[in-house]
């Protein structure tokens, strides 16, 4: 393909997707530029330090990363017995790993909020052992796990199905135990996968507020989360504090995607 | 699903790069393990739950409330909006990015998929900031007798805005591998633009786009957080089917909220298995990646 192909349509789709592009995204990102322009760097920095946005953020933080973290060794383990083991209904369990992506988070937070309370059908097991999720962080964490499951998994099972198994085969008669062939031989090329999917999954958790109001007893310095600051920002009409905090995660997450295409271009260019 | 390449080389993995039987049993039984605590059980208790008070009043939950009538037929009027407006952006967009060079087309890539990268509630915000009465152009707006925030307008745009990647992901990869030489030769047979795009271009992608409609439908049924800010959750006036449900646990609603998150599990699991019938009936596939396609081809 080439620009000299003679195809119809060139200035009709242009003008058409720059248009609707500029009305649906760039002109209410354009709305945030002009209000984070009204404020002063003094009093960004006052806003964004205040005690209870500092707290949010510091919980938004530590929850997704935890969240994200978790992520890589469920997704590592389903990714894997998805890819090398049969065993029955893998169709369905594989169809299964899609379900947070397009399940409404509403429902996730729910569901999560219910499943861990005292009576709930997994709170009535381990409460008694001690063990209190619902309204803590720990239950923040835990939908975050549910919303970023896929990625990881998504992202690792393509790469593990073109390794050629022979690598390991070579590694195993060269005399190294199956761990060691894990570490040294496959990690190596699973690596890039799991930062893009650890990358997703946490850009993901810092965002998600739907099923975090739901599990979280939302008190401020405690349980509450940078989104859920920013709506009780909006609805106090506090929209220049507002601002100062969805910058912070908009150029948090913007960083995040930027070091991915970094560490991609980096690691295709190692492998070539 | 996978493409199947492990039966040559079986006998010899079998000897010296398989994982012992206990592994196998430990691992498979983890991942088992994950995916029914994770997902599986959260789907059971959904459905349980909602019918706890047996069927007659599952449905008088869903449908005797009028609020949760409002709810679903705003949801019924927003999300199919959502859609079409990103379909025909999907399509123009896919068509420009897939067929054609020029500068600023990358960067372009990645402003389609700016919407993944921003948290749901600072898309309320931008709108509110916008069109709200202190906004940019709310002012102008409500002077001119149009009110777009608290509005159906605005869960339009918020939901437009949160789904709209996904149908142009979803065409451009496939538009990419399909390649011009029909278009091209529909047009060298004497064919106009536009009856190549509807005889040659559309049909080629009509999977595409029907697992793309799939996918921004159950997204934009299920949007929340952007929503959420920009309804201002006036009961009967802007209330979405998943902020009345946050509406009814608020209110310790129990079977009520679970019979109305049904529906929406009821939508998530069914596109889930229309995208698994529409994947078999297009054979193995890979994942498409519109950030890398093109490019690294």
Not at chain 1, 213 to 223: A, E, Q
Not at chain 2, 33 to 43: E, R, T, Y
Not at chain 2, 142 to 171: D, H, K, M
Request: net charge neutral; charged share 15%; proline share 6%.
């Amino acid at each position: 393909m080439s620009s000299r192909v003679p195809l119809p349509g060139f200035a009709l789709s242009l003008g058409y997707t720059l248009t609707f592009m500029s009305l649906i995204v760039f002109l209410p990102l354009a709305a945030i530029a002009w209000k984070s322009a009204d404020l002063s760097w003094e009093q960004f920095v006052q806003t964004v330090s205040h005690p209870r946005a500092l707290a949010a953020m510091r919980l938004t933080f530590s929850t997704a990363l935890i969240a994200a973290a978790i992520n890589i060794v469920l997704g590592l383990i389903v990714a894997w017995v998805l890819v090398r083991y049969e065993f029955p209904f893998k169709r369905w369990v594989d169809a299964l790993i899609d379900l947070p992506f397009a399940l409404p988070t509403a429902v996730a937070g729910l569901v999560y909020a219910s499943l861990y309370m005292n009576d709930g059908w997994i709170g009535r097991f381990i409460v008694p052992m001690g063990i209190e999720i619902a309204y803590t962080p720990a239950a923040i964490v835990m939908v975050l796990v549910f919303t970023g499951f896929p990625f990881v998994v998504r992202a690792v099972q393509p790469v593990l199905e073109e390794i050629d198994t022979d690598l390991e085969e070579a590694s195993a008669i060269l005399g190294a135990t199956r761990w060691q062939t894990f570490w040294m031989v496959l990690w190596p090329n699973l690596r890039p996968a799991v930062v893009t999917g650890f990358a997703l999954a946490l850009a993901r958790g810092l965002g998600e507020y739907g099923s975090v109001i739901f599990v979280s007893s939302n008190l401020p310095g405690k349980t509450e989360v940078a989104p859920t600051l920013i709506v009780a920002r909006i609805e106090e009409n506090k929209f220049a504090e507002a601002t100062a905090l969805a910058l912070v995660l908009l150029l948090s997450s913007f960083a995040l995607l930027g070091l991915i295409n970094v560490w991609e271009k980096w690691s295709r260019r190692h492998e070539a | 699903m996978k493409p199947d390449t492990s039966t040559a080389v079986q006998p010899r993995r079998q000897r010296a790069a398989q994982d012992p039987l206990w592994l196998r049993v430990l691992l498979t039984s983890m991942a088992l393990a994950i995916v029914g605590i994770l997902i599986f059980l959260p789907i059971l208790h959904v459905f349980v739950h909602a019918f706890s008070e047996g069927p007659f009043s599952y449905f008088e939950h869903l449908f005797g409330d009028s609020a949760n009538r409002d709810a679903i037929l705003t949801t019924l009027s927003v999300a199919p909006r959502a859609v079409i407006l990103n379909l025909v952006f999907g399509v123009s967009a896919a068509w420009l990015i897939a067929r054609f060079r020029f500068p600023g087309r990358t960067l372009l890539l990645t402003m389609v998929d700016l919407p993944f990268a921003i948290s749901p509630v600072v898309v309320g915000l931008a709108l509110v900031l916008l069109y709200g009465n202190q906004g940019l152009l709310g002012p102008r707006l409500s002077s001119a007798g149009i009110t777009v925030l608290f509005n159906t307008p605005a869960l339009v745009l918020a939901t437009t805005f949160v789904t709209l990647p996904f149908i142009v992901r979803e065409l451009i990869p496939l538009m990419e591998s399909v390649g011009p030489d029909e278009e091209l030769a529909a047009l060298s047979l004497g064919a106009s633009g536009w009856q190549m795009f509807w005889l040659v271009t559309l049909p080629g992608l009509r999977l595409g786009l029907l697992y793309g409609i799939i996918l921004c439908s159950a997204r934009a049924v299920g949007e929340f957080g952007a929503v959420y800010v920009v309804s201002g959750r006036i009961a009967g006036r802007g209330q979405t089917i998943p902020l009345r449900v946050e509406q009814l646990f608020q209110q310790y609603q129990s079977p009520a909220d679970f019979a109305l998150a049904s529906i929406l599990t009821g939508i998530a699991l069914a596109s889930l298995f229309a995208r698994r019938l529409l994947e078999s009936a297009s054979g193995p596939r890979k994942i498409p990646s519109a950030t890398t396609s093109g490019d690294a081809a």
